[in-house]
């Protein structure tokens, strides 16, 4: 993924004992891609120590370390948060324990078995159909029509519009819940505080909390409305449980699959190439969606805490410590993707982490894959050319990767 130049020193002379990925900047870096490279040979468990910022955390980069912290949730508990960011503060999350994708076992699995029963195979499918048209139509009124922002005009409308349609929010509400989520989690510039985001989170939440109230009023046939009337075990879910689940799913249903159209945009339009292959054929839309996700790997890392003393690569992983799995990484290991650092539109087998693995497997991986094949289908059937009519804008993050603004033309 292109990012913008860099003034850092080069690669090779960083001293990676010095490098802050706690730092959004760090991810801006033209060159991170040569940083990951570094630390999977160099230092793959990494320790980036305590800071007036926060708490030190340990650092995995190759794929297979990566994919065993998904995997052992009895070593890497999820309970305390997923996100560095929270994770390093004194007091921690305040949703820990209690959204799905912040449980353990024993909660996590009833939990999740209900809200994957609660979106039911005709709640999914009018989802995705309504999904298709609305792609086609925000896509193709503006082919020919001169330069527009893809991301603001139409990445941004996407995914936010149907994960709201999931879950039964009212359409007047999605700009601001637009603006919610996406600054919730990243920055478009450096002028926005660690205590900025807590108070969008905070606003969030009360949306959430006011939404169940109208639910209980008046139920429809809705995700939120389910989650209103499920049981876990016999036992109703909780408000809380409810609003932070309502929550964590606005903010999970949005950015993997909005990053990731933005990239795919991007990645065609850099590559005329591959939009022909898409029209003839060669190219197949689906296995073109997975390298998508694996190229972009939009949430950029998964946090865990450590439950246990252990070893690795030779060091002393503690009970308590932060450790944190970095899809980012792992998805560009040459170990494990032959020509990493290449997007092959084909590539198969495709066993990216980008949505995930293990009990925290993405639960709206079908919704993600379904608006990114969606915008790939309206490119294949509708555009004869892809623009890139200036450079990308990176989003100011560490936990998201991608793109906040990209000005194409479409013929």
């Known amino acids: 993924m292109s990012t913008p130049p860099s003034a850092a020193p080069d690669v090779a002379d960083l001293d990676l004992a010095a490098i802050d990925l706690a730092d959004p900047a760090t991810h801006c870096r033209a060159d991170i891609d040569d940083v990951w490279r570094r630390l999977r040979t160099e230092a793959p468990l990494h320790h980036q120590p305590d800071s007036p910022e926060g708490r030190g ?16 949730s009895h070593r890497f508990r999820s309970g305390p948060g997923n996100m560095l960011e929270s994770l390093r503060k004194p007091e921690g999350d305040p949703a820990a324990g209690e959204v799905l994708f912040m449980m353990d076992a024993p909660e996590h699995q009833p939990l999740r078995n209900v809200l994957r029963k609660s979106l039911t195979p005709a709640i999914r499918q009018g989802v995705v159909d309504r999904l298709a048209a609305r792609v086609a139509a925000l896509i193709t009124e503006r082919i020919g029509g001169g330069r527009f ?86 036992v109703p879910l909780t408000d809380q449980q409810i609003i932070l689940n309502c929550y964590g799913l606005l903010l999970a249903g949005d950015h993997t699959s909005r990053l990731g159209m933005i990239s795919a945009v991007e990645r065609f ?13 060669s190219v197949p839309p689906a296995a073109a969606v ?9 949430v950029q890392h998964v946090g865990r805490t450590a439950a246990e003393d252990f070893d690795l690569h030779g060091r002393r992983i503690r009970s308590g410590d932060i450790v944190t799995a970095w899809n980012i990484s792992a998805n560009r290991d040459e170990t494990a993707f ?40 309206v490119l294949r059937d509708r555009v004869g050319g892809i623009e890139l009519c200036g450079p990308p804008q990176p989003i100011y993050s560490t936990f998201l990767r991608g793109f906040r603004s990209l000005s194409v033309a479409l013929r």
């Open 290 to 298: 997975e390298e998508i996700i694996r190229w972009t790997s939009p």
């Open 57 to 72: 955390f340990w650092v995995l980069s190759r794929y297979d370390d990566v994919l065993d912290l998904y995997k052992d």
């Open 269 to 281: 339009g850099s590559r005329p190439d591959l939009l022909r292959g898409l029209r003839e054929g």
């Open 149 to 234: 922002d893809f991301a603001e005009d139409v990445a941004d409308k996407v995914p936010i519009w149907t994960i709201c349609e999931l879950l039964g929010m009212p359409e007047e509400d999605r700009p601001r819940l637009l603006e919610l989520s996406r600054d919730a989690l990243s920055a478009a510039s450096t002028d926005q505080s660690p205590e900025d985001r807590w108070a969008t989170r905070t606003e969030l939440l009360d949306y959430c909390a006011r939404a169940l109230e109208d639910k209980r009023d008046e139920p429809a046939d809705d995700l939120l409305s389910a989650m209103a009337a499920a049981e876990v075990d016999g």
């Open 338 to 377: 032959p020509q990493a650092d290449v997007f092959v539109p084909d590539r198969t087998p495709n066993r990216h982490l980008g949505l995930g693995s293990g009990p925290h497997f993405c639960l709206g991986a079908f919704l993600g894959r379904a608006e990114i094949g969606a915008v790939l289908t």
